[in-house]
């Protein structure tokens, strides 16, 4: 039996810590301007600017999942505030002293903070990525990335102190970070659905390989094309992820799909995202609302035995 996800989203409390992002935002630009006179006013401003967005994106994220229905009962989100930014505060420190090695475990705590703390029908979900798997894989890529870059500057093929350096930076070094984007997108992504439900284990049947090129068509698609075919690669993407996806169980599978339409979502998508560049971002959260429930009761499930 074909049932599908319903919506009912609501991100109006996410408007005042926005307010206070953009606010937050517009006086760290301010203070670190060369001429301005109020630099001693950039770290409060930084620190600030950081609050806000830790509270924005829990707000966001909490109004999101709240929102989402399966069978006429809610997801219910449960988690604190005051934990969510203590451990993107702890982690991120971790990162920096780290040199971005300890990034992986940020990640994973943070999505698992998410996960662990939802509920349907009083049960919760569990999220069982680990954060090891992801720690070797960025370090890998990072290393690699690194060694190319000191390779290129060691040879002498490409002399950085020259007046063509920054065609080089953009021919060069830019597309192979925008690579590394694109493996560490598909990986994360794919990375993230390993969760529990019930007995029942959700994953994508693909590996995360099969993504890389939909993620390399993506990233340097939205850039050739300044970003206005960004709504519709993006919808593009979401399709093939949400088809692939399934839940298994001992006795049954559950596997999804959806009916969204390339052009006109994407026009739609187009649209809130014009909205929210005109209104300097304000609208963000209400292009979020009504993104979300637009596409969401387009997602089905179907269960076989």
């Known amino acids: 039996m074909k049932n599908n996800l319903s919506a009912n989203i609501n991100l109006t409390k996410s408007l005042i810590p926005l307010i206070f992002v953009i606010i937050a935002y517009a006086m760290l630009i301010f203070t670190i301007v060369p001429t301005s006179p109020y630099k001693h006013l950039a770290l409060p401003s930084f620190i600030g600017f950081f609050a806000s967005l830790l509270i924005f994106s829990f707000m966001t994220t909490k109004g999101i999942l709240n929102g989402i229905s399966i069978e006429n009962e809610p997801l219910k989100f449960n988690g604190s505030l005051w934990k969510f930014i203590l451990i993107h505060i702890g982690y991120s420190l971790l990162s920096i002293i780290t040199i971005g090695m300890a990034t992986p475990v940020l990640i994973k705590k943070a999505h698992s903070f998410m996960v662990d703390n939802t509920t349907l029908k009083n049960e919760s979900f ?36 020259t007046t063509q350096s920054p065609l080089i930076l953009f021919a060069v070094i830019y597309p192979i970070l925008l690579l590394f984007i694109c493996f560490t997108s598909a990986y994360i992504y794919h990375w993230y659905v390993n969760i529990s439900y019930k007995g029942y284990n959700l994953h994508f049947k693909s590996t995360f390989y099969s993504y890389i090129t939909p993620w390399v068509a993506t990233i340097f698609g939205t850039i050739f094309s300044l970003g206005l075919a960004s709504p519709f690669l993006n919808l593009w993407i979401a399709k093939k992820y949400i088809n692939d996806l399934e839940a298994t169980s001992q006795e049954k599978t559950i596997t999804f799909s959806e009916e969204f339409q390339i052009k006109k979502d994407g026009f739609y998508l187009f649209g809130q995202t ?15 609302q009504n993104i979300y429930n637009r596409l969401i009761p387009k997602i089905a499930y179907t269960k076989e035995a």
Do not use: E, W
């Not at 060694?147 to 040879?155: E, H, K, Y």
């Not at 909205?275 to 609208?283: A, D, K, N, R, V």
């Open 274 to 288: 014009l909205l929210t560049i005109i209104t300097l971002g304000i609208f963000m959260p209400f292009a979020y």
């Open 126 to 161: 569990q999220f069982k990525g680990k954060s090891r798997a992801m720690v070797i894989f960025m370090a890998i890529f990072i290393i690699a990335y690194i060694a190319i870059i000191i390779g290129i500057t060691v040879s002498g093929l490409f002399p950085m102190q």
